[in-house]
């Protein structure tokens, strides 16, 4: 498994490109604003799973482009 850290600074992972599969990670230490998250998805038909997310202040945070 693959762990990611934040730092406790803003989105740990921000997905922009249409299509993507994010899968198999630990993502930890992300943001603590509202709209800051483990995972920020900002496209379409990407595909998110088997991950581990903690220490976010948002697991999975979804944006409409």
Do not use: P
């Amino acid at each position: 498994v693959t762990s990611i850290d934040g730092g406790g600074l803003g989105d740990v992972v921000h997905i922009t490109a249409n299509d993507v599969t994010f899968t198999g990670f630990t993502v930890i230490g992300g943001g603590t604003d509202q709209k800051e998250a483990g995972i920020h998805v900002s496209s379409n038909s990407s595909r998110i799973s088997n991950n581990v997310v903690s220490n976010c202040n948002n697991g999975i945070y979804l944006s409409i482009n």
